[in-house]
């Protein structure tokens, strides 16, 4: 794996490097971590590589890593730069035969976003985004359960993720995350849908198997001076004829990262908590409540729950192991391609270009929507 | 007290009977349970009411106790009908110099709740809507808080109540209750907005002190055959600029009466939840979270919440106890004007006839936001 | 009801008449407030008692009522004293033909016990134990699975009640019942033991229908010059072969109130926390955990809970209604037995004075083990 | 990293590697997985372990690697098998100049730990041993909190240590753990106080500062025809004077790892759940309650929780984090002493051998005062 910005002090690009080495299928091998060389070469130090497989740019890493024996040259590029430099990294690694596992959103903006579909399209190559919180194991239960039909047909689903950290004004701290979050010409048209809204639709949309069909938007840029949402609240309609709400809020003071969850079907709901993830809770009509556990011991999981769990239950799995999940099943893949084998269907379980595109147009849509003076916004791609 | 309505099996009948006396300062003297005598006369013999003080109409009911002698008659009225059935009662007790306690929401619709107003001002007597969420101790603690400023200007409010209870056709069992709130001719315009949704719209509102201004709505009638919304979804917006959502619904299939909310403001915010209700969570930035109890050696309380609790921290105190705290406040109001003094300023703290008219403004407000193109619905009352 | 103690500030008294009125099937006709008969005269008023029932003594109580004619007179006596104060009334109000009902533990210590047990025994009367916290729906629910043989042959019982209210040195304060339960005088032997170890010991017994039959106690006075245990840590042994663990504390700082059990037999386990009394945890051998909760709606309930439970799940219950349950089973039982007809089987669930003397003999035994140098202690009443 | 044991399918094995390579530290050169050759292999080629780098024993592997020039030779050994071959692997490999890291218990007996210490003291070399619960964030910031004086003198400590996996009789199934967990000949005089007893002693003794002074312990082998204890209840007294309660079981049905402590002393107490292992609950006299958590960016923790915490608040850290805790904090150690420096205090806080001697002379306590007549067991090394 080489890896493209996740320079030392980042906090995405260290998440990047533990979920990809935690299960010994990955090994870091080069990087560009930083546009500033001197950054680079630190931080490259700091990981234990050898200088000469520590690059000033991006640009640099794909073609000289290009040019070293098959065998010696990364298997691909890790991408964990802010929002607008997703891209053109993206597609230069996949112009060069290497495959590519990208941060989320995918892009800067959806046009964007729909290019590199094509790039991945053309190229045959493995493509994933890490849309981290599918990777969870009691996610994965919760999407097995509502595909088998458990909870009938679904007719309202909630996610929300509330948020503190932009209560105050961190951008004008050295927050450096906060800076580029806030800054249009980094984060895109949005900070609150773009960062963590894409996460909300995509949970939503993994777990049910719906897909949004209309939505109705107030976004609202809380914090004095700044340009982009730091709070929306959006009703949405699927494509099924369910309802529901998505709200997601970088002010939503006091609140850590507590993304959550709760779908209704005819016979029964469920609900997740992205802070107590080992749980998933089950209420079927008429019957005792019902918690399901992560656990390699917990027999009653369904087969993928089960394939992204690592240890008996009791001992917690956290936001690293499901991050994990999605490198693993990224790496297999890759390995069976890379071998000429067909992949184990389990390990194909990972967000991909398509995810990013439908997460980009959320954000275009929710944006639009919310500018908008009709009630019902149509999604549209 | 007198009361009309709540008969035998009646959910809501028992429950005010209840919080009526627990607190030794109310006695059930009167009732005109039910508008068939033969049920009105069975229950009042089974509440071991003397024959001659149960009747067989409101109607009796109030003109046979006007007629006896002060001191002997019932002092107030006690209304616990189905929606349509608020005002007949609440106009001709007023009109006849009883106070009334009246079940939420005010009134079949807004109309008829202004008429009412207007009567319960001309009249100078108490009047009382049992929005009994608010008699929490919690609740009130909250309350206090915000105004005290502590979380700072609120951005954003989220209320929610969700409950199951409806997601099957339970109106084609004997289930009396979901009979009449699914009837038009009974319950009003709405299901979920009139039962549930007001509640959180009173919670909401009594909480943060600020109202809404513009709504946005999305109703459903989920449940084959039904006329009446059971399921709802609205943004909200404040007079102060608050953002808001506000959801509730009766097909959430599993949950029970999960109403919540979570407010936050510039610097902390609090989360409060109906199904635990003696904790009150409270996050101010960059501290430990803190949680709040409800207890009557909590010292660190507020003057009101200490007033609204009975017992020490640890014995749960639930939702009679909440519902006992408006009757009692009711009671205690009742008797200082009547005998002449000013009430004490703790025992006003109960919801009014104002209230009300907020109540059913919300309901109207958002059955037409709901049926509107527009996106933002103005307010009205 | 003629109550005995339970004054103006007493703690107990209130919760007591609280609890008795709740469901209509109780009033309070005359009273023996204190010991202090301006007090006493004090305290009826503000319960609006006439000052014809407010008597000065319980003496005078029982003596009075006794002249009143049947129907007039109290039906039963309702004794709220410190412990010491627990028979002296119990005894005289049998032997004048008066049921009671008796706040616990007992008596000031076994012997005394044994001695009134005789005179219930003999009295053919009905006597009642607050042993409040077997009113609970979740705890009747919880015995009849055990006994119902669902979790399998118990092998580990675990009962724990931390309260931290005695951390400091109330009883200098004018904490009225720090000061009595740390006064031998008034307490007997024991402090912690005797307020919460015979509840903690109560509802392991009653859940399980294990009776103790061997312990091993480490008592001990925390707290500057205090004579009596305010903490106890005791190994249990029960007469099936089971093992279990009892603490029970008062210097637990911070704590509230927060008894809970934990059963394990060979097929799964439960557990049940006083501070959340709704739910009951139950955790089968390789299935998911369960959540049974209170409500008059949950038809998977059994009959028992279904019969102590008032209103739908999800408006919490709480201690003055399990405490209500007590009132009410003794109410109907003294009812139906005054009417000469055969209580029912529902109504009989109640604590009696055969609990009080296993309560007893459990302090007893605990102080006597904790002076011991004997490792197991066998437990004599 | 050379591992000793952990071959495929070995839980424990699997954790120690995940462990030990999360945070790019540590990289896994060598092992010898089983004392069956073919299978060392096996689990070698599954972990990309270059073939020579395979052995078919430790004894092999310590002779071999001590043979290559060093920087190629690995830097410590990792031990992972079951407790009886604990010490034979660290002997071997700290006689020849291996730094070690050692699963717990210690050893197979307390003579055999002591034996060990002075080797390691002799060896001057780095030995830590995997009490992995003291590597949680919120396990340190409690441990300063009481060191700090913060609850004052402590009076009360609360282990538990509930599990259920060994309900039934699992030994007899193919569970490989099961299997020794409970054979006197792998596992000792203990499995119950063996495996996880010695967890809670070691938590409640770290985190209190305190040590074990008396204890009174029942100690029993539930399920047919076991011969080691599978459930044990035991009375603490501390140095200071403080009580407590340790209990700890295999037979808790339906429990998963459920890991907890309660500390109580003069001013607050604390609560930490491993189960919930990012919360730490704070109870202060006379305060509201305060949950205290683990993330990068609560700048009200201590300098020891922050060093532990990768993420910030709300994505959730678990079991394998603070696993990762004692293997980063050991190789860091490791490698300041390599490199001639002295570690950072910081890097220096993981268990060590004087830990795993308490550790074993807690079970051999534990296990003769369960047989012994005499009610105070001297805690004695």
Redesign the interface.
């Known amino acids: 794996m080489g890896m493209v910005g996740g320079g030392i002090g980042a906090?995405i690009g260290?998440?990047h490097?533990?979920a990809a080495?935690?299960?010994?299928q990955i090994e870091?091998v080069c990087g560009a971590f930083s546009s500033n060389p001197e950054k680079s070469k630190a931080s490259g130090a700091e990981?234990?590589l050898p200088e000469d497989r520590v690059y000033g740019s991006f640009e640099e890493m794909i073609q000289k890593e290009k040019e070293l024996p098959e065998g010696e040259r990364m298997d691909f590029v890790s991408i964990v730069t802010p929002n607008h430099l997703h891209v053109p990294p993206a597609k230069m690694a996949l112009e060069n035969g290497f495959s590519v596992i990208c941060d989320k959103p995918l892009a800067y903006n959806l046009k964007e976003a729909k290019e590199l579909k094509e790039i991945v399209d053309k190229s045959g190559l493995t493509f994933a985004l890490t849309h981290n919180y599918t990777g969870y194991p009691m996610v994965k239960e919760g999407r097995d359960m509502i595909k088998s039909g458990k909870?009938?047909k679904i007719?309202?689903v909630?996610v929300?993720y509330?948020?503190?950290?932009l209560?105050?004004l961190q951008e004008n701290s050295d927050n450096k995350q906060a800076s580029w979050r806030v800054d249009p010409k980094k984060a895109g048209i949005s900070s609150a849908m773009g960062d963590i809204g894409t996460h909300a639709e995509n949970l939503a949309e993994f777990m049910t198997g719906l897909k949004i069909s209309e939505l109705?938007a107030?976004l609202?840029a809380?914090g004095e001076g700044r340009q982009l949402d730091t709070?929306g609240?959006?009703?949405l309609?699927f494509d099924n004829g369910a309802?529901?709400?998505l709200?997601a809020?970088q002010?939503?003071?006091?609140?850590?990262?507590?993304l959550k969850i709760?779908v209704?079907?005819?016979?029964?709901?469920l609900e997740w908590h992205?802070?107590?993830?080992n749980s998933l809770i089950?209420?079927?009509?008429?019957?005792?409540?019902?918690?399901?556990?992560t656990?390699?011991?917990r027999?009653?999981l369904g087969k993928s729950a089960m394939a992204h769990t690592?240890?008996?239950?009791?001992?917690?799995?956290?936001?690293?192991?499901a991050f994990a999940n999605i490198y693993r099943n990224f790496a297999m893949t890759l390995r069976a391609r890379m071998e000429g084998k067909e992949p184990d269907p389990q390990y194909l379980d990972f967000p991909t270009v398509d995810d990013g595109i439908r997460g980009m147009a959320f954000i275009e849509n929710a944006v639009a929507s919310s500018k908008?003076?009709?009630?019902w916004y149509k999604f549209t791609i």
């Open positions: 906090f260290a998440v490097r533990m080495v935690l299960d010994g870091l990981l234990y909870l009938g007719r309202k909630v929300e509330p948020q503190g950290w209560s105050t109705c107030d609202t809380f709070d609240n959006i009703l309609r309802r529901g709400v709200h809020s002010i939503s003071a006091g609140e850590e990262n507590n709760f209704y079907g005819e016979k029964g709901g992205q802070m107590e993830p089950v209420r079927m009509l008429d019957l005792p409540m019902q918690v399901y556990r656990g390699a011991d027999a009653y690592r240890i008996p239950a009791g001992h917690p799995e956290g936001y690293l192991e908008s003076d009709e009630k």
